[in-house]
C-alpha cells in the first residue's frame, strides 16, 4: 500500500510554504527511512494578490481563488489538502465545500497538541485577522480551549513584523524581543502556553524557545506538516 498524497496549498507566504515542504519531507523519512521522501503536489499562489482580498475584505472572492486552487489539487491526485496559512483558514469552509477529499484544518490540528499537553488556556499570536477575528478562536473554542490575544498595540506590532519583516525572510533581533514580550504579556495574563498562530512566526521563534516565555509554544507549522504526514502514512502503517 503506498503512502497517500499530501496536496499542498501554498504561497502565503512562500517563507513558510517553504518550511510545510521541508519539515513533511523530514517527517516521511525519518518514519520510513531509506530514501522516502513524501508524495505531494503542490499549488502556490500569489501572495501579493491574497493580501490585497484580505486588506480589502473580499473574503468570499478570496475563498473562491483558493477553492479553485483545492480544485485543482484534487484533480492532481491529492488525497488530501494542507491549507499552509493560518489566517486564510477563514475562508476553509469554501475550500471544503468544493473538494471531495479532506481538508486537514490547522486549528483543529493545533488545538490537539494543546490538549495533549492538558491546558485549556492559551495566547493566540498571528495576524490581526487571526487575533481579531472569531473564525481561528472560535474553531479552538469548539475543542474547548480559551484563546487570549494581546492588548491593540501587541496586535499591531506582531501584525505588521509578519507582513512587513517575515513574509520578507527578514529576521531581527528587535523583533524577536518584541514578540517575546508580547507573549510575556499574555502569560500574565493567564495563558499556559502559547499558539505560534502564523506559520511565519517560527522564522522568528523556535520552540525551544519556550524558557523565554515560561510556557509551551505551539508551533503551528509543524504541528500542522506533522499531522499531514500522519494522516497520510496513517493507511500504510495500520
Known sequence: MTMKRIGLLG??????????YRLINEAVAARLGALHSADLVMVSVDFAQIEALQV??????AGQ?????????????????????????KVAP???AAVSVPLLHLADA???????????????????FTMEQDFYRARLERHGLTALIPDPAGRADVHR????????GVIRDESRRRYLEVAA????????????????????????????????L?????????????????????
Open 65 to 89: 481563488r483558493l477553492a479553485d486552487e483545492a480544485r485543482a489539487l484534487e484533480r492532481a491526485g491529492a488525497d488530501l489538502i494542507v491549507l499552509c496559512t493560518n489566517t486564510m483558514h
Open 11 to 20: 504561497g502565503m507566504s512562500w517563507q513558510s510554504t517553504a518550511e510545510y
Open 56 to 61: 480589502s475584505g473580499r473574503w468570499d472572492e
Open 218 to 238: 505551539f508551533p503551528t507549522t509543524r504541528i500542522h506538516a506533522l499531522a499531514a504526514v500522519d494522516a497520510a502514512l496513517d493507511a500504510r502503517l495500520s
Open 110 to 128: 493545533t488545538a490537539g497538541a494543546v490538549l495533549a499537553a492538558d491546558l485549556t488556556t492559551v495566547g493566540l499570536l498571528g495576524t490581526a
Open 94 to 96: 469554501a475550500i471544503e
Open 161 to 168: 513584523v509578519i507582513y512587513d519583516e517575515l513574509c520578507h
Open 185 to 216: 504579556d499574555l502569560v500574565a495574563a493567564g495563558a499556559q502556553g502559547i499558539i505560534l498562530g502564523c506559520t511565519e512566526i517560527e522564522l522568528l521563534l523556535r520552540p525551544d524557545m519556550a524558557e523565554d516565555v515560561g510556557v509551551p
